[in-house]
């Protein structure tokens, strides 16, 4: 219970958010999961950092198949400049709120949020690093490495990635996983980052929050996606 308590402490006292650079930064927003754990919905919003228009993105991720639901992409940009002060996330309430009917077709719980098991620091990340963090409910360790792999440069810039989990249990048996789509190139994605790791409330589903590091011209902008398996 303890080790429990200060992990929330812990956890608690950071945000997540991403280093600070010229472009444009995205937020990442946890919307939940179905109750029984088979799909999350997730969000991103920002400014865009040249026109200065607010906007955001809405996913619904079927969990088992790694992958969006039919239809569970969304984007909003908003037509006029953001007012001095403000930080974009009106776009995100506008999105919400303009297709709140998919999160109830997929049971989409806004109250059975991730419950996180690890949260980067800002600062730098080296290429292929790997991560180690705990489930202390569970007993569980894990480890995990991201294998990124980037082609070209300029406006010919692309990459991919995968991430290899290995699941130790309380009894010292262990699993291990191949996360990812290795195959889809994202175009003038530079780099990628595990920022956080989290769990459905109930049951073994686990999310995995990836942020993008995105080239814009000379600057760069921040995008988050995320890997999502059955344990």
């Known amino acids: 219970m303890l080790k429990k308590i200060i992990l929330f402490i812990l956890i608690s006292g950071f945000a997540l958010s991403a280093v600070l650079w010229a472009g444009d930064t995205a937020t990442f927003v946890d919307l939940g999961f179905s109750p029984d754990g088979r799909t999350y919905m997730f969000a991103q ?6 026109a200065l228009k607010p906007w955001a993105d809405l996913f619904v991720v079927d969990v088992p198949r790694n992958n969006f639901v039919s239809g569970g992409k969304f984007s909003y940009i908003h ?15 506008r999105i919400i709120t303009k297709n709140n009917a998919i ?8 109250l059975f949020q991730g419950q996180p098991l690890y949260i980067s620091l800002d600062g730098p990340s080296a290429p292929g690093e790997t991560i180690e963090f705990r489930d202390f409910e569970n007993e569980a360790s894990y480890r995990a490495t991201l294998v990124p792999s980037v082609e070209g440069s300029g406006t010919n810039l692309k990459s991919s990635f995968y991430i290899n989990l290995e699941r130790t249990a309380k009894d ?7 996360v990812g789509t290795p195959q889809v190139k994202r175009p003038l994605v530079a780099s990628y980052r595990i920022r956080k790791v989290m769990i459905a409330p109930h049951d073994g589903s686990m999310i995995l929050v990836i942020e993008m590091k995105k080239q ?9 996606m995320v890997e999502a398996l059955r344990l």
């Open 79 to 93: 037509d006029k400049p953001v007012v001095s002060g403000q930080d974009g996330s009106g776009a995100l309430y």
């Open 172 to 178: 010292g048996s262990r699993k291990t996983y191949t």
């Open 216 to 224: 814009n011209g000379a600057d760069y902008d921040i995008r988050y």
């Open 45 to 50: 919003y920002g400014v865009q950092s040249g």
């Open 103 to 110: 999160a109830d077709r997929y049971g989409v719980n806004f």
